[in-house]
């Protein structure tokens, strides 16, 4: 029985390359030249520290920039509230790993909702998709990319 699973998954080492392009823009651009403005990889997040608020969005633009080029869905990143310490502003942005259970139930609701013949189950952070025929299931990719969910969804293990 053909299948697929539905995952939200991100790959690190091109959000290390991301950042680290973003780091070198950074020191190259004029309106940041002599600013204590950086950007800094954690272990499942992105802290981005500016003197002013202004130029932490000036920086998200720049590292949204780098991350669509290398592959990555900016909708993984979930962005913090700014906090000021002292003379730096930070922001943290977390990267979003897995399908949570709320996203799941719609998910799969959006599926049965759709009348096609297949079967959604939840199997920890992703889902499983099975179905009689290969078309169903393309007919299911198709609708979740047209959904407008909050998460970036890849397709993978597709086996007949």
Same mark, same amino acid.
């Given at each position: 029985?053909?299948?697929?699973?539905?995952?939200?998954?991100?790959?690190?080492?091109?959000?290390?390359?991301?950042?680290?392009?973003?780091?070198?823009?950074?020191?190259?651009?004029?309106?940041?030249?002599?600013?204590?403005?950086?950007?800094?990889?954690?272990?499942?997040?992105?802290?981005?520290?500016?003197?002013?608020?202004?130029?932490?969005?000036?920086?998200?633009?720049?590292?949204?920039?780098?991350?669509?080029?290398?592959?990555?869905?900016?909708?993984?990143?979930?962005?913090? $509230? *700014?906090?000021?310490?002292?003379?730096?502003?930070?922001? #943290?942005?977390? %990267?979003?790993?897995?399908?949570? =259970? &709320?996203?799941?139930?719609?998910?799969?609701?959006?599926?049965?909702?759709?009348?096609?013949?297949?079967?959604?189950?939840?199997?920890?952070?992703?889902?499983?998709?099975?179905?009689?025929?290969?078309?169903?299931?393309? $007919? *299911?990719?198709?609708?979740?990319?047209?959904?407008?969910? #909050?998460?970036? %969804?890849?397709?993978?293990?597709? =086996? &007949?």
């Amino acid at each position: 029985m053909p299948s697929f699973d539905i995952v939200s998954e991100v790959d690190f080492q091109e959000v290390r390359n991301a950042v680290d392009q973003a780091s070198r823009e950074l020191e190259k651009r004029f309106d940041f030249k002599g600013i204590d403005a950086r950007f800094e990889l954690e272990e499942e997040s992105i802290a981005v520290f500016a003197p002013e608020e202004f130029q932490i969005t000036q920086m998200e633009d720049i590292l949204h920039e780098k991350l669509i080029k290398r592959g990555i869905d900016v909708q993984a990143l979930e962005a913090g $509230e *700014v906090e000021g310490a002292g003379k730096v502003k930070r922001c #943290k942005y977390t %990267l979003r790993q897995g399908i949570d =259970r &709320d996203n799941a139930k719609t998910i799969t609701k959006l599926i049965k909702d759709s009348k096609a013949k297949v079967q959604s189950q939840i199997n920890g952070e992703k889902l499983r998709v099975t179905g009689k025929k290969r078309d169903d299931l393309q $007919e *299911v990719i198709q609708l979740l990319r047209q959904a407008e969910l #909050k998460i970036p %969804l890849q397709f993978d293990n597709f =086996r &007949d």
